[in-house]
């Protein structure tokens, strides 16, 4: 079982970057593919990026793609989203999370059972 806490969340103008954390305890972190989703206010919740366990596979939504970067150091049980040419549209909670049943990585909410609280992101235009 492993727990998903981000951070790095913030306030940023259009154009800029900004880099998400997700530390997650528990053991055999390597066990569980990772995954960001994001929920704009009035918006259903939206697949980002998520990456095998090994980090060798790697998916990202097409409005992401070419300007997010899903990345992972099982040594640290950490996983980051390098977000950079960020969009107004970008503005979401980003969260977390994590799927036990399978390394492989998914870009459905439904595959993953483990989920972090969530962390601001606000892009100025």
């Known amino acids: 079982q492993v727990q998903p806490v981000e951070s790095g969340g913030d306030l940023v103008q259009a154009g800029g970057s900004l880099r998400l954390s997700c530390a997650a305890s528990?053991?055999?972190?390597?066990?569980?593919?990772m995954a960001w989703f994001r929920q704009a206010p009035g918006k259903e919740r939206e697949f980002v990026a998520s990456?095998?366990?090994?980090?060798?596979?790697?998916y990202y939504a097409a409005s992401v793609k070419g300007r997010f970067a899903i990345s992972r150091d099982n040594a640290k049980n950490t996983v980051i989203l390098q977000m950079n040419s960020l969009k107004p549209e970008d503005t979401a909670v980003y969260s977390c999370?994590?799927?036990?049943?399978?390394?492989?990585?998914?870009?459905?909410?439904?595959?993953?059972?483990?989920w972090g609280q969530g962390t601001h992101v606000t892009v100025s235009s």
């Open positions: 528990g053991r055999t972190f390597s066990n569980y593919a």
């Open positions: 999370a994590a799927r036990s049943v399978s390394s492989a990585p998914s870009c459905r909410p439904s595959a993953y059972n483990y």
């Open positions: 990456i095998r366990g090994n980090g060798v596979i790697k």
